[in-house]
């Protein structure tokens, strides 16, 4: 069975830094690229990052220059690095993969609020 579970949510000041892990299980890990998408109160779930199975990076423009993603593929986990949090990056962060077959898996989620 697969399991994705988020964590390092919380509560940071403008300017400041978290780092989620997203723990996967139940799949060949290296096989995929692994995402994150975020969703702020009231707007719709948006694209964040995305690493390829060969460790390649994307990034939404917005996020550019302050979110690293990351993956470990001996403990089948991918980070996300953000730094210079600002209030509009706070939403519900959620790590995703896509199966080759069958819809995509989501995690339950993790809330980054970035209030002063």
């Known amino acids: 069975e697969v399991h994705i579970v988020e964590s390092g949510g919380g509560m940071v000041q403008p300017g400041g830094s978290l780092t989620l892990s997203c723990a996967a299980s139940?799949?060949?890990?290296?096989?995929?690229?692994m995402s994150w998408a975020r969703q702020a109160p009231g707007k719709e779930p948006e694209w964040v990052s995305r690493?390829?199975?060969?460790?390649?990076?994307f990034y939404k423009n917005s996020v550019k220059g302050r979110f690293t993603i990351s993956r470990d593929n001996a403990k089948t986990a991918v980070y996300l690095q953000m730094d210079n949090l600002q209030p509009d990056d706070t939403a519900v962060y959620y790590c995703?993969?896509?199966?080759?077959?069958?819809?995509?898996?989501w995690g339950q989620g993790t809330q980054v609020t970035v209030s002063s």
């Open positions: 995703y993969y896509d199966p080759t077959v069958g819809g995509r898996i």
């Open positions: 139940g799949f060949i890990f290296t096989d995929y690229g």
């Open positions: 690493i390829s199975y060969g460790s390649t990076p």
